[in-house]
């Protein structure tokens, strides 16, 4: 709230990764840009591989596209996100949106041709 009255944000309210997240989501509804910029990066500086898949997730439901491209080059770049990715769709609890997602990619393609 205090943001919609003064323009001023305190990022350090954000202490946890589920908060940054939730601020994201309420950003991306309201269309505070500004917000929704700092959460992204926020979001950027938090990935991990341990989190890399619901960080992707989050970016594509809340149409954070700077997170979106960061979660495209984290993939490229990290071996050990082929691996969690690999074991999460054995297990079934990988949804769609993430750049690992070969079926997703695969299927967007096909729609492209």
């Avoid at 944000?9 to 917000?35: C, G």
Wanted: charge should be negative; charged fraction near 30%.
């Amino acid at each position: 709230m205090k943001y919609l009255y003064t323009g001023e944000f305190d990022l350090n309210v954000l202490d946890s990764l589920d908060k940054v997240i939730e601020m994201l989501r309420v950003a991306d509804e309201e269309y505070l840009e500004d917000i929704k910029m700092l959460c992204e990066r926020e979001l950027i500086r938090l990935c991990e591989v341990e989190n890399f898949v619901l960080i992707c997730q989050v970016a594509d439901l809340y149409n954070a596209n700077r997170l979106k491209e960061y979660c495209a080059w984290f993939h490229r770049i990290n071996p050990a996100v082929n691996e969690l990715l690999m074991k999460q769709k054995e297990l079934g609890s990988i949804g769609g949106g993430c750049p690992g997602d070969t079926e997703t990619n695969s299927m967007a393609g096909d729609q492209q041709s």
